[in-house]
């Protein structure tokens, strides 16, 4: 057909023009018919294809966490295969900065001549050793030295001593295996169970190493960094003088303060110079039990026991665990409490601290009146507000006696807790501090550290300082306005206290002070 004829037959064909949109709109809706369907097959298939693909991704993911999780495991388990079924607390550990790092030791043989380097953990971010649990060193205080890229320094996390050609050297002790009570059955992460290396002061390392005058520790507050460890000798013991006061929480905002009703209780005694501060559990009240019993009967065990122990020869830290665990199979009270012991000997002051409970050491800067914080104890908590606690407790074959007494409500709250309420004598932080003329030390219950930052218990210091020149005078008065200073914190419900400070980096929403009973203790060094 040429193109004459096609353009004829174009022509002769919509002749009638109501034909043509007739043929015109049966196409466009047998368009829109097979488009139809075509979406509608096409949704179809897309759905039964969706109902495979969301299991195949749900499973996908699972497998990625499973594999994920396998491959940590193995990793962490490879990184710290060296430490499995080794005592924590006979490591030697260095968690400051440096990419290579190594001691020497007076345990050595010969002292102070081998180079024992530090295996890093890409788990923990440490540097550890083994060396004491794979030589099996006896028990004893030995000196240690630090080098860490090149240099020789001290980790102001343990203790520093100075021998008699003026070198400082961190000092550890190592336990010899000890029949003791369990420790307490509640779950602690590794970092704080290795944390613990007992340390001792003992000047006996006279071919030790020099060391750079300065400590590189991430606490820069500790006791023991060089620029506040005094270089020439101790001459004359430090003594200290002591004052104590005690309020309990108070029902109204317009009651008289007084320490009636409290549940902690203090001890203070300057010829044997300790003091120590428990803070019962006011809660037990709601279930029958007086509070204030415990830490009343904790407290007099604590004492008297340290009477009746010889101190000759005896390493002071070990003292005070004796202590408490002898106090606490003593007590036949029921109740908790934390627990904060200190003993002063020969200027240094040995603490034992389980729990919230808490104390700082003070020291002035130069000749001024200006304080700084050369110690800061840490709290031991469970979780937020669950601080680690000493208990004595109904056993479990008299519970049915106690039911019959009406104390339905306490059993059951045994039944149903764990033996996670139940924290070892064993579980305390020891620490060891020098002390100088002049130091202030401030240990309290909750109800002080809850409610007063430690920068304003330092102001407050300061100026008592300015008022009162007799030792006692000072300490006596620094104490009663401590304690109610953080009382009257403790009905503030704009403040933002510690505890809500606290409370915030718990996840916790809380403003406010914390109304508790209050305990303080002032002690100052002469």
């Not at 002769?12 to 075509?38: F, G, M, T």
């Not at 104590?244 to 902690?264: E, H, T, V, W, Y």
Request: net charge positive; proline share 4%; aromatic share 8%.
């Amino acid at each position: 057909m040429n193109n004459s004829q096609a353009l004829q037959l174009v022509i002769l064909l919509p002749s009638d023009s109501n034909l043509l949109h007739k043929v015109l709109e049966a196409r466009r809706l047998s368009a829109i018919c097979i488009q139809r369907w075509y979406r509608k097959i096409k949704a179809q298939t897309q759905s039964q294809l969706f109902k495979i693909v969301i299991p195949l991704e749900k499973l996908r993911i699972e497998a990625s966490i499973f594999i994920q999780k396998v491959y940590k495991g193995w990793k962490t388990r490879k990184d710290l295969s060296f430490l499995k079924g080794l005592d924590y607390k006979k490591l030697i550990r260095w968690v400051h900065e440096g990419s290579s790092v190594s001691i020497m030791s007076n345990f050595t043989d010969p002292p102070w001549k081998q180079l024992i380097p530090l295996k890093y953990s890409k788990i923990l971010k440490e540097f550890i050793s083994t060396v004491i649990i794979d030589n099996k060193i006896p028990g004893g205080t030995y000196c240690i030295k630090f080098m860490v890229d090149g240099m020789w320094v001290c980790d102001g996390n343990l203790a520093i001593s100075q021998d008699q050609n003026g070198n400082y050297n961190n000092v550890i002790i190592v336990k010899d295996q000890k029949n003791g009570i369990p420790r307490a059955m509640s779950v602690r992460s590794f970092q704080s169970t290795a944390n613990e290396l007992a340390s001792h002061i003992k000047t006996q390392s006279l071919c030790s190493p020099i060391l750079l005058v300065r400590s590189i520790s991430g606490n820069l507050e500790s006791p023991r960094g060089f620029g506040i460890i005094e270089e020439d000798k101790i001459k004359k013991p430090v003594k200290l003088i002591m004052s104590g006061f005690m309020i309990g929480k108070p029902a109204s905002k317009n009651a008289q303060l007084k320490d009636q009703g409290s549940a902690d209780a203090w001890i203070i005694d300057h010829e044997k110079q300790m003091f120590g501060v428990a803070d019962g559990v006011s809660e037990w009240s709601t279930f029958g039990l007086d509070p204030s019993r415990f830490p009343i009967e904790l407290m007099k065990h604590c004492l008297d026991i340290l009477y009746e122990f010889k101190e000759n020869d005896q390493e002071y830290t070990d003292l005070l665990e004796r202590i408490v665990l002898e106090a606490t199979q003593r007590i036949k009270s029921y109740g908790s409490s934390t627990l904060l012991l200190a003993l002063c000997r020969n200027s240094l002051l040995y603490t034992y601290c389980l729990g919230d409970s808490s104390f700082i050491v003070l020291r002035k800067r130069d000749e001024t009146s200006n304080l700084i914080t050369v110690y800061r104890s840490v709290e031991q908590q469970h979780q937020f507000n669950c601080p680690f606690q000493l208990s004595n407790l109904p056993k479990p074959h008299t519970y049915d006696e106690f039911s019959a007494k009406g104390f339905s409500s306490l059993v059951s709250l045994l039944k149903r807790s764990s033996k996670t309420m139940n924290d070892s004598p064993f579980d305390a932080n020891n620490e060891m501090i020098l002390l100088k003329v002049g130091d202030i030390v401030i240990a309290g219950s909750d109800g002080l550290f809850d409610n007063l930052y430690d920068q304003d218990i330092i102001k407050m210091a300061e100026h008592a300082l300015g008022l009162y020149q007799d030792p006692m005078m000072f300490t006596r008065n620094l104490a009663v306005n401590l304690t109610e200073r953080a009382i009257s914190k403790g009905w503030d419900h704009n403040y933002r206290s510690p505890f809500a400070r606290n409370a915030g980096k718990s996840g916790k929403k809380y403003m406010g002070g914390k109304l508790d009973d209050t305990s303080v203790i002032v002690a100052v060094g002469t």
